[in-house]
């Protein structure tokens, strides 16, 4: 059986819901809330696009990876940031402490969601879009998710309510 120390970690897009809905779900739950994004300000005293500018992408990612890579919660619902996903050690934990679900959402959702990409803290090297970083970060996604869900069309309680059933029969599976 796998350790989750009663962890569920989202991971998907920026602007697919992980906070939003992660809320919801560790209330419904009656477990804790975490975001890892907030954890990253705190821990270098910095907004995300601030880091972003100061380290570039790549130093963003290292600063991302070492944040992730030492989350040590239980009981938790853990909302990652969406580049993640680039950072295997980040992820290899993430796998080891929790059932990682990907929040899954179409592109043409998410750019109706999304407004200022910089000031959002999002990732883009120059020259990339959207539509290129979400062609980059799917298949990573779809490789460390042990569950997905798919959060096209739904409504916030929709979501929050197939995430907290597949990891309650995912949980199941596992005993």
């Known amino acids: 059986m796998k350790k989750t120390n009663g962890n569920i970690i989202l991971i998907g897009m920026p602007g697919a819901g992980k906070s939003t809905i992660g809320v919801v779900v560790a209330k419904r739950l009656g477990l804790r809330f975490v975001d890892s994004d907030l954890v990253i300000q705190e821990t270098y005293g910095k907004l ?47 796998g080891e402490i929790g059932t990682v679900v990907y929040l899954k959402l179409s592109l043409s ?30 298949p990573l996604y779809e490789k460390y998710a042990d569950i997905t869900v798919d959060c096209e069309g739904k409504q916030l309680r929709e979501a929050a309510v197939e995430i907290c059933d597949a990891v309650q029969q995912d949980g199941r599976k596992e005993t």
């Open 48 to 94: 995300l696009h601030e880091l972003i500018e100061e380290y570039g992408v790549e130093g963003f990612f290292s600063l991302e990876n070492k944040v992730n890579a030492s989350l040590m919660p239980t009981r938790s619902v853990i909302a990652t940031g969406g580049s993640v996903c680039h950072e295997p050690e980040a992820m290899e934990h993430l």
């Open 109 to 138: 959702s998410l750019k109706e969601r999304l407004g200022d990409l910089g000031a959002r803290g999002v990732t883009l090297k120059p020259g990339q879009t959207l539509a290129d970083l979400y062609r980059e970060r799917i």
